[in-house]
């Protein structure tokens, strides 16, 4: 993974209300939310949730499926994971250190 991606992906998480709409797609896993259902449970506007959709998409972090009426968001396991083993790429100087971050999650 690029530096540039992920500073993208790390400037696109910088803000509360986008790290909990991420953490939420996290949670859900593979199944993924409609923004409907991220609306209600985050308490936002629907267009502040699309805005900040827009901006995750943007960076990679997640995607979208059009399902008949609806669009399903989902995590980008793949992104994320890059951009763990980015930050743990090397760590700790080679010597052995705390769990392999970068391949906890197998979403």
């Known amino acids: ?11 696109a998480l910088a803000h509360p209300l986008r790290l909990q709409v991420f953490r939420a797609l996290v949670v859900t896993g593979r199944q993924g939310l409609t923004p409907a259902v991220m609306q209600e449970a985050l308490g936002v506007p629907a267009t502040t949730l699309s805005f900040h959709l827009k901006e995750l998409a943007s960076a990679g ?4 499926e059009r399902a008949s009426r ?11 994971n890059g951009v763990l083993g980015y930050l ?8 052995e250190c705390l769990a392999d971050a970068a391949t906890s999650c197998k979403c």
């Not at 993974?1 to 400037?11: G, K, Y």
């Not at 972090?61 to 979208?64: A, E, N, S």
């Open 1 to 11: 993974m690029e530096e540039r991606d992920v500073i993208q992906s790390l400037a």
């Open 61 to 64: 972090l997640v995607t979208q």
């Open 70 to 80: 609806n669009i399903i968001y989902r995590a980008a396991f793949e992104r994320m």
């Open 88 to 95: 743990t790429e090397n760590c700790c100087q080679g010597e």
